[in-house]
Each structure stands twice: as C-alpha cells, then as structure tokens.
C-alpha cells in the first residue's frame, strides 16, 4: 500500500468513525487500531472527550489494540470526567493495555468510587500489572478504604458482598507492604 493509498485510507476512516451507522464506526474504529499510526493515536485520543459514549468506547478499544501509553492520561481523564460515570467500564478496559505502574492511586481510586463494571477492570489492573508506589501512597489508599467503611454511600457497590470482597482482596494485598 502506497502512503497515499494508506492516507487515504485513515482520512476515510476518521470521516467514517464520526457516522450514524454503528458496524461502519466498529469497522473504522478497529481498522484504525490495526494501522496504529501516531496520526491514528492522536485522532483516537482526541475521541476520549466526546459525549457519544458509543464512539468514546470504540476509540478507547482501538487504543487498546495499539497499546500506545500515550493514551493513559486522556483515558483516565475520560474515566473521571463525571458525565462519563455510568459509561466508563469500557474506557477502564483500555487501561488494562497499558502502562499503569504510575498510577497506582488514580487505580485505587476507580475501584472504589467508580461503577462496577469500572470496579472489575481496576481489580484487574490491580491484579496484574506492577506498580510503583510509596510508604505516602498506601497510607492515603488506607485512608480512602476507611472512609469507603465509615461512609459506604462514597463507595458504589459497597453493599454488595463479592463487591466489597473484590475492593478489601486488592487493598489487604498492597498494604501488606506497610507492615514491613
């Protein structure tokens, strides 16, 4: 394929991404995260702050499928935007593929005041990717897991057994560090 062709290509399908037709934004959004070029990123990273949830998620999948860390902090400001609340388990997914040992915090955060589709992909991360973090850091996810205690209304899902099981599993494997 030529650069023109594959120009070509891209310009079409940022045009194609935008349309009414659902399977012609899938198809666009996951040719784009196959080609994963820096235009491509920059363009996918520039639909984390739209309103349609539809097309916000299909960009954060093609990003995820590029595995491109530059998207980690558009992500997590989509995540925490509040009219993205009821419709970020999907952005949360994306971060799975990516670098998160620098946000070990925004991380925590998500499982406990976020949604619970949200709450899984945040125990996921927790789970299994490394972090760096310190003695402050965990003294302050402490501090977030007393008040989710104390306050269970701050803390969505806190009711729920598996759910709060979920949070206590991921807060009891990184404080162990402190008893060091």
Known sequence: MTDD?????????????????????????????????????????????????????????????????????????????????????????????????????DVFKILFFETDEAKIGAYTILTEQEFDFTEQDLIEIKQMWEDCKCKPEICPGFENKETKDMMQDAVEGFLTYLEE
């Not at 702050?49 to 999948?61: C, H, K, Q, T, V």
């Not at 998207?71 to 009219?83: D, G, V």
């Open 5 to 105: 062709t594959l120009k070509n290509e891209i310009e079409k399908l940022k045009t194609d991404i935008l349309s009414e037709n659902w399977e012609v934004v899938k198809t666009s959004a996951d040719r784009l995260g196959q080609i994963g070029s820096d235009e491509v990123v920059h363009f996918l990273i520039s639909l984390l702050a739209l309103e349609n949830s539809g097309i916000r998620d299909r960009a954060a999948l093609a990003l995820a499928d590029i595995k491109d860390d530059r998207a980690l902090e558009p992500l997590l400001t989509a995540i925490f935007k509040k009219e993205n609340y009821n419709y970020n388990g999907t952005l949360v997914y994306a971060l799975e593929f990516l670098n998160c040992s620098q946000k070990f915090k």
